[in-house]
């Protein structure tokens, strides 16, 4: 797994101390689902807090933070469309491309996380991955 994230403090921006890298957060959900291209967890500016590539032959570092970036300007205008309406909150989406999936879920405080997938990922098993590291990075933040 290749990693490349900004620098970090030991603490969390609520002053908690992480007990867990979010960089470990995220190569355990590569690592746990079949079909995982990369992971990129981001803040509500779409920039990258951490960004973890399982098959940088395929998508580098580079690549998955466009991919990031790009799929927060869906979540923000998702949200906006959801504002307007009794629907409540945008939890979670999907796209689908010939090649690839990008499942995207959203955390607190704008912040969301990103998993990329190839096509022959199982989608049940990579939203339940999703939701178990969505868990894990809300509890170090």
């Not at 906006?80 to 909150?89: K, M, Q």
């Amino acid at each position: 797994m290749r990693s490349s994230a900004a620098t970090s403090p030991s603490t969390s921006k609520y002053g908690a101390p992480r007990s867990v890298a979010f960089r470990d957060i995220l190569v355990e959900v590569l690592q746990s689902t079949g079909g995982a291209i990369g992971a990129v967890f981001l803040d509500s500016e779409g920039e990258s807090v951490e960004v973890v590539t399982a098959r940088p032959f395929d998508t580098d570092d580079h690549a998955l933070r466009i991919i990031g970036a790009y799929a927060g300007i869906f979540l923000s205008q998702l949200r906006r469309i959801t504002g307007s309406t009794d629907d409540g909150a945008v939890r979670r989406f999907k796209i689908d491309f010939a090649a690839c999936g990008i499942f995207c879920c959203d955390l607190k405080d704008g912040y969301y996380l990103v998993v990329v997938v190839d096509h022959g990922a199982v989608e049940g098993v990579v939203w339940q991955r999703l939701e178990r590291c969505r868990d894990v990075l809300l509890q170090e933040m």
